[in-house]
């Protein structure tokens, strides 16, 4: 029974039916007991970052609240990803449906399977977007989320919703 804490995830996904995906996932979330959503961003169409060779992305970012642990709220991600067909064929590559864990709780962590803030999230306008939605106002390395945002590379990114 352990005290509610604030967490922000990313989802995205640029094969099948990406937009049901992330709908399915967020609902999963939501309907544990130690999870729920508190907010969600709006859905973006976002051209392919890091192996640009695929399908344009859509994302989203979610707010939540929950009671699980860091490495054990990644570990609930990935148990629905897997539910999800999620096939993880290659590094960056297509994939149905990805839940990044964004922040936790202001929480710094460096483990081997979970590092947050998500290292990569203050290159990414693809996340940057979508969480100013929810709060721009969220810190990560000592700046808001929206001063990330204001010098990342936004091109091609539009809302899809
Ligand atoms: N636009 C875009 N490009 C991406 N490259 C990778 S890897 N990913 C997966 C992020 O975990 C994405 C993504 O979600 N959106």
Redesign the pocket.
């Known amino acids: 029974e352990g005290a509610w804490r604030p967490a922000t995830l990313?989802l995205?996904g640029n094969i099948g039916d990406p937009v049901a995906a992330m709908a399915r996932a967020l609902r999963r979330l939501d309907e544990r007991d130690d999870c729920r959503i508190v907010s969600v961003s709006r859905l973006y169409r976002?051209?392919?970052?890091?192996k640009t060779d695929q399908a344009d992305?859509y994302?989203a970012c979610a707010a939540i609240e929950t009671r699980l642990a860091p490495l054990v709220l990644l570990e609930t991600c990935l148990d629905i990803e897997r539910d999800m067909k999620r096939v993880r064929i290659e590094r960056?590559g297509p994939r149905t449906i990805?839940i990044?864990i964004l922040t936790y709780d202001g929480l710094a962590i460096d483990e081997e399977l979970l590092k947050v803030p998500h290292p990569r999230m203050t290159e990414r306008a693809?996340v940057l977007m979508p969480l100013a939605d929810i709060d721009g106002d969220i810190r990560v390395k000592g700046r808001t989320v929206s001063a990330w945002l204001a010098e990342s590379d936004r091109a091609g990114i539009e809302v899809a919703n």
């Open positions: 990313g995205g976002t051209p392919p970052w890091g992305f994302n960056w990805d990044d693809f």
